[in-house]
């Protein structure tokens, strides 16, 4: 993992949430192309680290770099226009808007309209369960639906890096498995994943590299199948 | 159900006679126990009508469960007729309304218009933004003082001094926007309410500037120029729009500007992310929306309407005092937004006409019309919660149950 390689780099960052130390100086580097995951506990920091990549958080202190350019003082909209995406934890889309809107909203910062209705094509050829949903609206659709057009709204803007926050929350096993599934499809099209789970062990399976968290502080950072068969992990995450 | 509402109709009687008892004033020399008991009089008449809707809907309920409301079959029926007919006979209708109407007729109606301009000025920021505002009519003020001031001290035209008022108005909506912009909700609600409180306040105690409680007066009226040819050769000729009539045909010319206005920004990029950020500020913030400009532009556009609105109506009255722009004008501009269905351009506009013409025909009544306002804001809000004409993403959301099982 060197830094040339990197997509996404970040060195150093603290963010706080008021008075509350919620970064103490994270460091991380996404080699480009890959998977790579971050686990960890609830609250350890995982979900205010994407959106301290984001913009939405500002750090404090410490650098962002994407594709070699200092990111950490631009506003969500500039770093979503370098190609930088994100699923929001919990999925959050659109309720009052159908799903077909809800994607359309996803390339908001887009103007080519026969690229936009390629990349709708795109997104109902990895969830074809949306195409049977266009017109209806995001908050009548079922939790795993949801968090499929969550995903598919972030793949509209043509990403170069996606960041996914928890895609397994409340999923039943099978879903996960799903979207896992798609998950890998969407990294063989070219595209970075960052991903954030506490299913810490399809996370691991799926990656190329892992970090985990603790406690705003990266503790351990590996290739994901070394941490899958470190001692550490297996007794706090992996449940063996 | 009856001894429910019964209950109900006892528990909250004692209720209002305990609030009414100290208000009709046990010292006054004109106590009249009479006035009271007419107003709890009232008060019982709304709770029976209350349980004969309760009892209506029950059984229609339960006799026809498949039936779809005459609402939406006359909508079908008016969609049927071509948008170019219904339009056009509507905007004839409204030209053709001087030629018919006596002058307090027309008087009621150029209220009617202003509203109408000052219900989609606030849709924009309530119904497509989803932010409260409780303070809207202190921009309204804004546009009347703005006018006023600069025609009174510099002599500006209205035409000159509508650009000024429009810039001001955006200024203020911004000063109201920026400190809002992590707001929402109630607290939203109670921020915007001070600032309205604030702006007559201020009107009402700057005396040197803004003549307080006494008002100004002696403004002109609008303008139109026309070329007109003298001995001295070509000059522009200033018409003063002093006549009922051909102020109504002004305001109607703003008010359908208006409508326009509204329309095109509804199905912009704008109005998109407008209605983002009303559904999830995260997720739009997520899908790249500038949201703080965003914000800012609603609150800021939102004015401007407000604004127009604001001089046309200091112009026409050629006087202007804080009194006018109370809380209660808020309340009734947000009623016409909410009534008329929130985002839905041709619900507000049928709004502001029910609501600013209703305690005009209900005057017979006296004290009591405003009582009647309230029985049919209750009413409607009983039987159609998404407003007289709503937005149809609004009508799809109250109605999931219709909606999903048609389409599965």
Redesign the interface.
């Known amino acids: 993992m060197t830094s040339r390689q990197a997509i996404l780099e970040l060195s150093d960052i603290h963010t706080y949430y008021g008075n509350i130390h919620a970064l103490k100086g994270v460091s991380c580097a996404i080699p480009t192309g890959e998977i790579a995951c971050l686990i960890g506990a609830n609250g350890a920091g995982k979900s205010t680290t994407l959106m301290t990549i984001f913009g939405v958080q500002r750090a404090s202190q410490g650098e962002i770099f994407f594709k070699g350019t200092s990111i950490q003082h631009l506003r969500p909209e500039k770093v979503a226009a370098l190609g930088v995406s994100q699923t929001p934890e919990g999925r959050q889309i659109f309720p009052r808007m159908s799903t077909h809107e809800n994607l359309e909203m996803g390339a908001f910062l887009r103007k080519d309209k026969t690229g936009i209705q390629e990349d709708i094509e795109w997104v109902f050829s990895l969830f074809p369960v949306l195409k049977d949903r266009t017109r209806q609206l995001g908050g009548t659709l079922s939790g795993g639906e949801q968090q499929m057009l969550a995903i598919g709204r972030a793949l509209m803007s043509r990403p170069e890096l996606l960041l996914l926050d928890e895609p397994s929350l409340g999923l039943a096993p099978k879903l996960v498995e799903k979207i896992f599934e798609t998950i890998l499809e969407i990294n063989k099209a070219g595209v970075t994943i960052f991903l954030v789970e506490q299913n810490a062990h399809m996370a691991l399976t799926i990656s190329g590299s892992g970090y985990v968290m603790e406690t705003g502080r990266i503790v351990l950072a590996d290739k994901a199948s070394a941490l899958l068969e470190n001692e550490q992990v297996k007794k706090a995450y992996l449940g063996e | 159900m009856i001894k429910q509402e019964l209950k109900k109709l006892v528990v909250y009687g004692f209720f209002l006679a305990i609030i009414l008892i100290p208000m009709l004033g046990f010292k006054s020399s004109t106590f009249e126990p009479g006035r009271a008991f007419k107003t709890l009089g009232v008060f019982l008449a709304i709770l029976v009508l209350n349980i004969v809707v309760k009892a209506i809907r029950s059984s229609k309920r339960a006799v026809s469960v498949q039936k779809t409301p005459w609402t939406e079959r006359m909508g079908k029926q008016i969609n049927r007729v071509p948008r170019i007919y219904s339009i056009g006979g509507l905007l004839a209708l409204a030209l053709a309304f001087p030629l018919f109407a006596d002058n307090y007729m027309i008087d009621v109606g150029i209220t009617c218009l202003i509203y109408v301009c000052l219900g989609l000025g606030l849709n924009i920021v309530v119904g497509l933004c989803g932010l409260l505002d409780l303070g809207y009519i202190a921009f309204y003020a804004v546009g009347a003082y703005t006018y006023s001031l600069l025609n009174l001290t510099f002599g500006l035209s209205f035409w000159s001094a509508l650009p000024i008022g429009i810039v001001l108005g955006m200024i203020v909506g911004c000063i109201i926007g920026y400190p809002t912009l992590k707001m929402r909700g109630d607290y939203l609600a109670i921020v915007t309410l001070g600032f309205g409180e604030i702006v007559r306040l201020v009107l009402n105690n700057w005396d040197s500037l803004t003549a307080g409680p006494n008002g100004l007066f002696g403004m002109k009226r609008p303008s139109l120029y026309y070329p007109g040819f003298t001995e001295d050769g070509f000059e522009w000729m200033v018409y003063y729009l002093k006549s009922l009539p051909s102020l109504y045909y002004f305001i109607l010319g703003i008010a359908i500007l208006t409508i326009i206005g509204v329309r095109r920004l509804d199905n912009s990029?704008i109005g998109?992310?407008w209605?983002?950020i009303r559904?999830?500020e995260?997720?739009?913030?997520?899908?790249?929306?500038?949201?703080?400009w965003i914000k800012l532009l609603a609150y800021a556009l939102g004015a401007a309407f407000a604004s127009v609105a604001g001089a046309f109506f200091a112009a026409k009255l050629s006087y202007t005092n804080p009194n006018f722009f109370l809380f209660m004008e808020s309340c009734i501009v947000l009623c016409i937004v909410v009534l008329g269905g929130v985002g839905s351009i041709p619900g507000i506009v049928v709004a502001a006409f029910v609501l600013i013409a209703a305690p005009e025909i209900f005057r017979g009544l006296e004290n009591y019309r405003m009582l009647a306002f309230g029985a049919i804001m209750t009413t409607m809000m009983v039987l159609k919660p998404e407003g007289l004409i709503p937005a149809s993403?609004r009508r799809?959301?109250l109605h999931?149950d219709i909606?999903?099982t048609s389409?599965d």
């Open positions: 990029r998109r992310a209605i983002a559904e999830d995260v997720a739009a913030e997520l899908s790249g929306v500038p949201t703080t993403r799809r959301e999931e909606e999903t389409k």
